[in-house]
T-cell receptor, first 116, second 112 residues
Framework: GAVVSQHPSWVICKSGTSVKIECRSLDFQATTMFWYRQFPKQSLMLMATSNEGSKATYEQGVEKDKFLINHASLTLSTLTVTSAHPEDSSFYIC????????????FGPGTRLTVT | DQQVKQNSPSLSVQEGRISILNCDYTNSMFDYFLWYKKYPAEGPTFLISISSIKDKNEDGRFTVFLNKSAKHLSLHIVPSQPGDSAVYFCAASFQGAQKLVFGQGTRLTINP
């Protein structure tokens, strides 16, 4: 099946610093990728849709200047959490749909971010 | 506004018995529904899906039932195995939208 990877798998950073998370589709091309975050014991909440070669589309309530998304190639999307604060600590997951297979998405393993 | 709801945060089932996980939705525009399984610190893995034009889809031990009039779907796992212990999320989508709306998840524990 299709594989999506994320790097790093976990990261600890100090408050005020920025952190970049990478999402890669390893064996297929993805013109669209999605970024989710999950708080403990809660659902996956869609943050934004990453579009290759164009601006990301953010969900309501998500600060686009804080969560910078870049989709520079057909296999890579990055999420940068700028000026991180402890409340940004969460589990961030990306996903990508397989072209020609509508609806189904393949998820990365997630990145645990802890801001101290 | 929670458009997809899983009202049972947890479920405990004995090994070999049937596990039934439930999901309700409010948006009648959803036309595709999926179930994902998730282990801690991992991304969700796809289990089974169903289109709104169907009322049942089966894949091995997993069967999903859709009741459109009630805006309700359920996932049946039979027989339940210890490896099925995980958090199960139902998700819904619109045609062409690609993005998924997830429920809160149900933690399933299979007891030996």
């Amino acid at each position: 099946g299709a594989v999506v990877s994320q790097h790093p798998s976990w990261v600890i950073c100090k408050s005020g610093t920025s952190v970049k998370i990478e999402c890669r589709s390893l064996d297929f091309q993805a013109t669209t990728m999605f970024w989710y975050r999950q708080f403990p014991k809660q659902s996956l909440m869609l943050m934004a849709t990453s579009n290759e070669g164009s601006k990301a589309t953010y969900e309501q309530g998500v600060e686009k200047d804080k969560f910078l998304i870049n989709h520079a190639s057909l296999t890579l999307s990055t999420l940068t959490v700028t000026s991180a604060h402890p409340e940004d600590s969460s589990f961030y997951i990306c996903s990508a749909p397989l072209a020609g297979v509508e609806y189904e998405q393949y998820f990365g393993p997630g990145t645990r971010l802890t801001v101290t | 506004d929670q458009q997809v709801k899983q009202n049972s945060p947890s479920l405990s089932v004995q090994e070999g018995r049937i596990s039934i996980l439930n999901c309700d939705y409010t948006n009648s525009m959803f036309d595709y529904f999926l179930w994902y399984k998730k282990y801690p610190a991992e991304g969700p893995t796809f289990l089974i899906s169903i289109s709104s034009i169907k009322d049942k889809n089966e894949d091995g031990r997993f069967t999903v039932f859709l009741n459109k009039s009630a805006k309700h779907l359920s996932l049946h796992i039979v027989p339940s195995q210890p490896g099925d212990s995980a958090v199960y999320f139902c998700a819904a989508s619109f045609q062409g939208a690609q993005k998924l709306v997830f429920g809160q998840g149900t933690r399933l524990t299979i007891n030996p």
